[in-house]
């Protein structure tokens, strides 16, 4: 059974900065794309960022792009999401995902077959 359990969510200022983290196991790591969606209080959920198994692919919503920067370390089994310059509408819990199939950073919420519980994001103007 693959878990996944994120970390490094809480309040920050806007125009801060913050990394969430999500460690994965039960699984060979290094097949699956890792995904970071969001969801905001009366929102459906929404992708954020994406990366490749191998780490060499990457994908963006265009609302985050040149901000957040999503890597991995296929050694420590971790997917991690950099968040530079936040704003107020970045506030939300934000999961992270694990997709099995095909190793590319999709953006779909259906292309994900493992997800963590979530971490709260909140950001103040």
């Known amino acids: 059974q693959v878990q996944l359990v994120e970390s490094g969510g809480g309040l920050v200022q806007a125009g801060a900065s913050l990394r969430l983290s999500c460690a994965v196991s039960?699984?060979?790591?290094?097949?699956?794309?890792m995904g970071w969606f969001r969801q905001a209080p009366g929102k459906e959920r929404e992708f954020v960022a994406a990366?490749?198994?191998?780490?060499?692919?990457?994908n963006y919503a265009d609302s985050v792009k040149g901000r957040f920067t999503i890597s991995r370390d296929n050694a420590k089994n971790t997917a991690n999401l950099q968040m530079n310059t936040m704003a107020p509408e970045d506030t939300a819990v934000y999961f992270c995902?694990?997709?099995?199939?095909?190793?590319?950073?999709?953006?779909?919420?259906?292309?994900?077959?493992?997800w963590g519980q979530g971490t709260q994001v909140a950001v103040s103007s």
């Open positions: 039960g699984d060979t790591f290094r097949n699956y794309a």
């Open positions: 995902a694990a997709e099995r199939r095909s190793g590319f950073p999709r953006t779909g919420i259906v292309s994900y077959d493992y």
């Open positions: 990366i490749s198994g191998n780490g060499r692919s990457t």
